[in-house]
């Protein structure tokens, strides 16, 4: 049973300008180590932050785990094999997932142009 839908939209000149003015600190307050190594391997290293990003305010919104004690570096967003998306289900995170009955999210990542977006759909046991 699906618990939430999140979304979200991220200019990619935004993610650029902030991490043009906060370096490496603003970075590493909101990504992993991986994430961060990840993205600065692509061929468009702020798109792929912009929809990282999304992908964390989309999942904060879908789960409605923003009142417990779950920080962006938490919602650490990875590739499976395959490359499709996925958030890593470890720690703090697991643990919030397992207290609030979520088994499931689904994630989708996009971005083209000006903006990057991420879409995300939780899902309860049952």
Not at 6 to 32: H, N, P, Q, Y
Not at 49 to 62: M, N, P, T
């Amino acid at each position: 049973m699906i618990k939430g839908i999140g979304v979200d939209i991220v200019k990619i000149k935004r993610m650029e300008s902030a991490v043009g003015r906060w370096g490496r600190r603003f970075l590493e307050r909101v990504f992993t180590r991986e994430e961060i190594d990840s993205c600065y391997g692509k061929a468009e290293p702020y798109a792929s932050f912009a929809v990282r990003f999304a992908a964390k305010e989309a999942f904060i919104k879908a789960s409605g785990l923003n009142g417990e004690k779950i920080s962006f570096r938490d919602i650490e967003i990875v590739n499976q094999v395959s490359g499709a998306p996925a958030i890593k289900k470890e720690g703090r995170l697991a643990e919030a997932l397992a207290a609030s009955g979520i088994e499931k999210i689904h994630l989708s990542l996009s971005h083209e142009k000006e903006y990057g977006v991420a879409m995300v759909v939780a899902e309860e046991a049952g």
